[in-house]
């Protein structure tokens, strides 16, 4: 036993800057309290708590990581044994994920549109019996989804920060098996939801093979799974350039799945319909964050000296995407499943501006990313306000004629919808402006030029949606519009003014953005 | 008998794995074939661990192996209940979600 | 009067709150948009008291100027940082120069009457309210457009004025056609804005700022590859606001929209947007030759299609609106022979918006006389029962034509002999085609006149679209005043401009001086002559074969037998076009042929070949979990290769 101990001191315990991970501590903290919650608490008093827990903890987070932002050193801190680097981009992701978390918490615990809330009670309970026809229609929501909620957040802030590929790795699944639950949670339409969560999962499942196989290539190769030291052995060495290019290549592959950038989309549209909307914002918003921050950090720093070698495929795949997202988007009747599309088509004007690989590539796309995860969490609290008798009136036709019953959300859709299609004085005009100017220096001017001409064709679906909305005639048996609750007004609010103002001032958002670049 | 040759059967066993994703309809056996490519990738870890000779890739294999585990707890979970509405374990029968 | 930018001429003074011209109409369109019901009483009165204090305080900005020495007219003021990213500034400023002076003043002087014109037109429409928060809306945008003191201002302004007219054309939402009318504009436009927006980024990317005054000084430094793209994108983006070759057919259809609007947006301001940009961005097109002669050939081309198409409508609003395509494609002609052209066409320009509109609410005041008819063959000798629109109209269509004395001539007359003083086959072929164009107008101009207040009262016998009997009445003062005032611009602004070269010299500050040819194909007083003896032939044949026909000996006879008179009418219509307008109905209707199945092919056609594919796609997407499995590995093992490929080739 002594000699146990003896050794466990002779182990150095890393040192922890705590004030600067102290947002991701708080977040990772509270979702074991919440955990506590759940176990100890009564039923009927959970929700309230959860509630007050989560949201008191995104507000002290964001505290928390403003305080440390204001004197962070520019140069960024490695911690946990150089595991985590908390630099500016990652500041920025980080508070960009805790804003777009408390929008979409706030869609989550709203029980005024949906009585009860969009989540079922108890979701061992058999779709199509008595018992699930009986908690229907009973107020009380599983509230589980909170501490599912904040895990996923954890696991995002440290996927956006991780400094080695198993930090990455273990983040991912952090981040990902709760997403998987949370997709099956939906109080109506449970069978969609439960394919959703299946789909979800053996595909995510799926896509974290190839990134873990990919890391062990890359391990091979430089003998690290630190981004530093991978980048130190691709730019001069003679080992083999066959582990290099295919390690890469199933790493990047794993990450573009999380972001659902085309061909590797095929879960999203299904994901996306599926899940309750509450959960698709989130999902979409901050997946998207998490996603495209660990696709910027892995490109900067494991692989930009070879990048005039994979450069060239990931403007295939971005075209691809591009294409994919905007075709498709056409033809589609579902409101979720749209956004879904135009979601695949947005991931690859954010994968142009990644692989610009400079400094303003990096803060266009941050800044994209912002833009981009406030319009989509708004959108979404709009689509859960159109229901009928049967929950959420999803399909386009149902949508006919809305600006005749209700003028104030289909504008405030409208606004959301122009913002996606990057139409100027919205966020996500500058965004694309950002973004492709960084494209252009960088000398992708062909890629620009197509990233152009796919956002022309997008466009087309958003407007087609407006004009459905103003210029037919609402159907007799037509879907009603909630009046929302305190917590989805503040949410779509938060959305829709965001939107706006980063599309008249967006330099203080810019500024942030371009504040300080990558360290390794 | 050289490392390389361990790295060859890790490779056939991921790919063992993945054509098995692509031909099983059971989830659960889906699952299994899922877990089996991350298992070629342990095996790929310990190898080049050997051949690099550091401890790092062995470490590495047992973090995969908890969240290995972890994930067979979610999955486990969304495929009963999938299984309990449907009495099918056949990922081919949800197909409600397409175009 | 807070920031003033240092460099150029600091705006000080009254030019400080220049600001206010575009908070003014913003601020009506916020209030009328945002208050609802609430302002449908008085919505409409502050629509246009917007516009017209706007008006006043740009008049007051422009006396200002006048006073002021030529080199310190051009004045920034700049507002604020709008984007500032490392190398990217993009700030937000105002640039009052002559050009931009001479542009708010037509925008807001046209806009307040027609506004005006509105309350009467639109009395009837329940959502009057809405129609002017748009038309307030238009005018700041264009007023955004024309005093943005960089590209990226300009293109603000340039799609907000798009989105405004597609409001503004699919207002009758219950007509199809309407509908139709502004998805296709809005997609035609969206072409010509993608070449604007690649020409901006063109300009970033190889000058690092898209500032005016900036770029200007650093555009002589480019390859001159560069220089041409950058002129044509340009050029693609005028093409497509100011329904050029070859993406002129939005603009006729566009006329679905109330005529005001049409008046405003489609043939006073918006549609001109495509001139001033390219007068606007002179210093680039001084510096290729190449970039100036397509102007100009597109410029030609237009003209022409505009004319021959003009003459085969029976709709008037569709007459004016090709009669609109035409003389802008006079005004492309003008500015793409460069320093010899680029006042020409802005002069053209402002005569052309006092005509044209006054043209357009003329119609106006016919159709809502009768019912919101708008074939010409139901018309007829109306001129005794609307004697003011009769008489304003007619001098509108004195001055399009280009009648000695009234503004068309001036502005008109002046851009061919431009034409004609271009060296070689350019000088032939350009006035060639402008002289001949001069002709045509005044055929289709003089066949629409005839047709609608002339000759035998077709409406008689006829019912309109709705059932009722026609009873043709002379409109309200609301609407009539404006026409005089416009028909009072259509007669006096052309000598007002071009006496001593007032126009010229005030625009000197940003165009340069406007060069005289030193040698022309034709003489110039042998071009004069010549576009007077074309306007009277095109004006005689209109009246051989349109305003003769058999008339009856005396007048009881013919109130006799009105159905007889009326079939004798139809009859010589019938003769008329056997005769004559076959051919040209042949011409005519291969281009419309052309027109809507080339180019509206192209743009359906593209459109329907993505809905196929993106149908046929989709199906790609079956719902069984194995085949996105397979697709995903698929889609690895192609990224995998593709990189293996990339590295060992």
Known sequence: MSGFFSQAQQLQAPDVAYQAVLPMLLVLGAACVSVLFEAFLPRERRWGWQVALTVVTLAGAAISLIVYGNDAPKAGVKTFSDVLTIDRPTLFLWGTLLLLAFGAVLLIADRSVEPGGAFVAQAAIRPGTLQDRVQAAKVGMQTEVFPLTLFALGGMMVFCAANDLLTMFVALEVLSLPLYLMAGLARRRRLL?????????????????????????????????????????????????????????????????????????????????GSPTPVTAFMAACTKVAAFGGILRVLMGAFASTNWEWRGVLWGVAIASMAIGAVLGLTQTDVKRMIAYSSVAHAGFLLVGSIALTSKGVSGTLFYLLAYGLTTVATFGIVSLVRDADG????????????????????????????????????????????????????????????????????????????????????????????????????ITIGALATLVLGVFPSFALDWAGAGGFTF | MTPSYYLLLSAVLFSLGAVGVLVRRNAVVVFMCVEL??????????????????????????????????????????????????????????NLLKY | MTNLAADAQGATGLAGSAWLLLALPTLGAIVLLVGGRRTNKWGHILGSATVLGTFVYGLALFFSTTGLDAYKRTQELHLFAWIPVNALKVDFGLRLDPLSLTFVLLITGV????????????SHDRDRRRFFAYLNLFVAAMLLLVLGNGFVTLYFGWEGVGLASYLLIGWYQDRPSAATAAKKAFLMNRVGDLGLAVAIFLMFANLGTTQYSEVFAKIGTLPSGTILAITLLLLLGACGKSGQFPLQSWLPDAMEGPTPVSALIHAATMVTAGVYLIARSNPIYDLTGDGRLIVTIIGTVTLLIGCIVGCAYDDIKKVLAYSTVSQIGYMILAVGLG????????????????????????????MHGMNDEVDMRKFGGLWRLMPITFVTFGLGYLALIGFPGLSGYFSKDAIIEAAFGQEGWRGWAFGGAALLGAGLTAFYMTRLVLMTFFGE???????????????????????????????????????????GNRLVDWLEPSLGGLKESEHFVIPKGTVTILTIVLMLLGVGAAWLFVGRKPVPVTRPAR????????????????????????????????????????????????????????????????????SYALSMLGGSILVVAALLAVRFS
């Open chain 1, 193 to 273: 939801s439960q394919e959703a969560a299946v789909k979800y999962f053996l595909l995510g499942a799926f896509a974290s093979a190839f990134f873990l196989y990919g890391i062990a290539l890359l391990y091979g190769y430089a003998g690290s799974v630190k981004l530093a030291d991978i980048a130190t052995a691709a730019a001069g060495t003679n080992r083999s350039d066959t582990l290099l290019f295919a390690g890469m290549g199933l790493l990047v592959v794993g990450l573009l799945f999380k972001a659902s950038v085309g061909p590797f989309h095929t879960w999203t549209p299904d994901v996306y319909q």
């Open chain 1, 392 to 491: 959420e009136a999803s399909h386009l036709s149902q949508w006919a004629g809305l600006a005749k019953r209700s003028p104030i959300v289909a504008g405030v859709f409208t606004f959301l919808l122009l913002a996606l299609a990057g139409i100027p004085l919205t966020s996500g005009f500058v965004g694309k402006f950002v973004v492709f100017s960084a494209a252009l220096q960088s000398g992708m001017a062909p890629l620009v030029v197509v990233a152009l001409v796919f956002s022309a064709v997008a466009a087309f679906f958003y407007l087609r949606v407006i004009v459905l909305m103003y210029f037919s005639e609402p159907a007799a048996d037509g879907p009603t519009v909630t009046v929302p609750g305190a917590f989805t007004t503040m949410a």
């Open chain 3, 339 to 366: 320093p010899f052209g680029y006042a020409l066409g802005i002069m053209h320009l402002l005569t052309h918006g006092f005509f044209k509109a006054g043209l357009f609410l003329g119609a106006g005041s016919v």
């Open chain 3, 457 to 499: 009262k077709r409406w008689k016998d006829l019912k309109s679209a709705d059932g009722k009997d026609f009873h043709p009445h002379e409109s309200p003062k609301s609407m009539t005043i404006p026409m005089i005032i416009l028909a009072i611009g259509s007669v006096g602004a052309g000598a007002f401009l071009s006496v």
């Open chain 3, 559 to 626: 109130v006799s037998f009105p159905v007889r008179a009326a079939r004798a009418d139809l009859y010589g219509n019938a003769l008329n076009e056997a005769l004559f307008a076959r051919p040209g109905t042949w011409l005519t209707r291969a281009l419309v042929f052309v027109d809507n199945k080339g180019v509206d092919g192209v743009v359906n056609g593209l459109a329907a070949m993505l809905g196929g594919t993106s149908g046929r796609l989709r199906r790609a997407q079956t719902g069984f979990v194995r």
């Open chain 3, 111 to 122: 806009g307040a009457l027609i506004h005006i014109y509105s309350v009467g037109y639109m």
């Open chain 2, 37 to 94: 490519m991350l298992n070629a990738v342990n095996l790929s870890l310990v190898t080049f661990a050997r051949i690099n000779g550091s401890l790092d890739g062995q470490v590495m294999a047992f973090f995969v192996m908890v969240v290995a585990a972890a994930e067979v707890v979610v999955g486990l979970a969304i495929i009963m209940s999938i299984f309990r509405t449907r009495r099918s374990a056949s990922v081919d029968d949800s």
